[in-house]
């Protein structure tokens, strides 16, 4: 299946929720046990020396060169664990908030690509196209997104500051996944997640490519060995009955500002005509605490675009506990699926 | 012509475009020479004072409390000119370029917004509403944008750290200015900027509000004297003849994202749709080097929009220098003006 997937541009991959922080380190040095959810393997330092040998591109400058006064170096991030995770901070902007005081849900989400892309520059393997690898960029291929998964649990708001862990390991044949971690940088406090898988295409013919040993090796400084906690390429997404719909927004094309440097449309963009199809009513006291997109195909800038979903299930019968699940899919006019997708909104605590 | 504005929440003032740099200063404290275009006059330390009296709610916090091992710090910028002045520094994201692999103007905009909001915070006098005093907020009444004007020579791109000064004057019974200079952070080069014009206005009628005197005492530390070097006010968008326009964008509306805490459509959205009507063969090639938005009416979320712009003068023969001239027209379907504007395009330098 992965040779149909041309969707937005993007990076890596998939989420280890059980993060380690500074208080619970559950990530160990060459140790772990493959059969358990929660364990966890990173490689050892011989490892990372045999890594290093084999790329060229790669520098591990884990005392960023780029420091100016300090400023500039807070908004670059700091590399940990030998390179392989890199933490960055960033507030949250006024322009960024909706209409309930909080981050919108594409701000986020826009932070977790900004950290694939400094993690790649971080380590010394930053081409051109936003995450794509010297290799890559030889061959003009450009990272796919194949499927998302973000959970929120809580929003920040204006002034806050939330810090980003990520890191990424390898999927079978073809597949990369990048994890993330976001929490408040002040309190260390609960951490949200996302989970993200992608996949390589060449930007000319716009084809999925297999990964080459050269890209393969080439990344190897990023690469942190983990079990699947949670297997993204396992969650799929409801076909959704496009004859008992509930809701549906028609009319939707991007515009020019919502192609990225590849010329692809945004991956925010996409998660704005799902969100949009979503009825308004529930939009005004919900938020969405977990969104799932699976893309199968890109859109281009003359397409018009379909976003249809429909209420599958309501968990909850009061006002403060109610969730609400939605099936989504975003479609051609001619009735090809761009994405397919799954959300939960809860009531927001007012 | 003032109680006819009614549209998105923005703050404040006007732009003086030879701000003093660290290299030549031009501003200097209780000197002035009020006839001369290019003079300056600031507060002296005695005004200060006695407008701080006069303040319960001001805290000029030079030293930020929020500081946090410097990163905090670093994100909510720095207070200069007896705190008249905030200096703040942000690097360009991935997300922010376009296709041509910029920062778009859009994620300009919206840092002039972010620095208008840590300003008022700063000086102690932020409430909520981003922007709304403690005394406006009292009042229901929150700041609406009646005109802004934006230069950019040029776009920074990805890793780029721009440094934004801002500062604030009053004009006129019920206006203020607030204006920007940023320019690169790292080499201290070329300064582009912005002049924003605002009114005030209540939320709950959504009618512009006279200036009250506590509200202008209130604001009274954030206040730069200075001479207007350019007069925003009488920068006028020619109207555009409807019958002979070029180009035409139909079917545009706001969606639930695009509001922003107080449920008025985000002043970038409108620049997103007046963009839309720009030819993509222009966009494809041409930068805005600058644009002028005069908002005459608020837009709700159930409105259908349409964007016109029309070519008004090409400057230029070869494609290196080419500048288009375009005005612009965002009204509702039944014909009603939200704003007029104008912009101008130049070919960008491959």
Same mark, same amino acid.
């Given at each position: 299946?992965?040779?149909?997937? @041309? ?51 790669? +520098? ?20 940990? +664990? ?36 400094? +993690? ?126 509930? +809701? ?88 090809? @699926? ?13």
């Amino acid at each position: 299946m992965l040779h149909a997937f @041309a969707a937005p541009t993007f990076f890596m991959l998939r989420l280890q929720p059980t993060f380690p922080c500074s208080n619970k380190p559950t990530c160990s040095r060459g140790k772990g046990n493959s059969n358990s959810a929660h364990a966890t393997m990173v490689h050892g330092k011989e490892d990372i020396e045999v890594a290093a040998k084999k790329m060229p591109y790669q +520098h591990l400058n884990m005392e960023s060169a780029r420091n100016i006064d300090g400023v500039y170096d807070s908004f670059g991030g700091k590399l940990s +664990h030998d390179g392989r995770v890199l933490k960055q901070n960033f507030a949250i902007r006024s322009y960024e908030l909706g209409p309930d005081g909080k981050a919108s849900l594409g701000s986020l989400m826009k932070r977790l690509q900004e950290t694939s892309v400094q +993690h790649c520059k971080s380590v010394g393997i930053f081409s051109s196209g936003f995450g794509s690898t010297p290799e890559m960029d030889k061959r003009g291929l450009v990272w796919v997104t194949r499927k998302l998964q973000i959970d929120v649990e809580n929003y920040p708001t204006w002034d806050d500051v939330i810090q980003i862990d990520t890191w990424t390991c390898a999927s079978g044949d073809n597949g990369w996944f990048r994890d993330w971690v976001f929490r408040d940088y002040r309190t260390g406090g609960n951490s949200d997640s996302s989970k993200w898988s992608l996949c390589v295409m060449n930007i000319q013919t716009r084809r999925s490519f297999q990964f080459l040993p050269e890209i393969r090796d080439e990344m190897e400084c990023l690469l942190k060995v983990t079990d699947p906690v949670i297997d993204i390429t396992k969650i799929n997404c409801e076909q959704l009955d496009v004859n008992t719909k509930n +809701h549906v927004r028609t009319g939707l094309s991007p515009a020019w500002t919502d192609l990225d440097v590849n010329r692809h449309v945004k991956n925010v963009k996409y998660l704005d005509w799902v969100l949009e199809s979503i009825p308004l009513s529930v939009l005004k006291n919900h938020q969405v605490s977990s969104i799932v997109l699976e893309f199968r195909k890109e859109c281009r800038m003359d397409d018009m675009l379909q976003s249809l979903s429909s209420a599958a299930r309501t968990l909850g019968q009061s006002t403060s506990n109610e969730e609400i699940e939605f099936d989504h899919l975003l479609r051609l006019e001619d009735g090809s @699926a761009i994405l397919r997708g799954k959300s939960v909104v809860e009531a927001e605590v007012s």
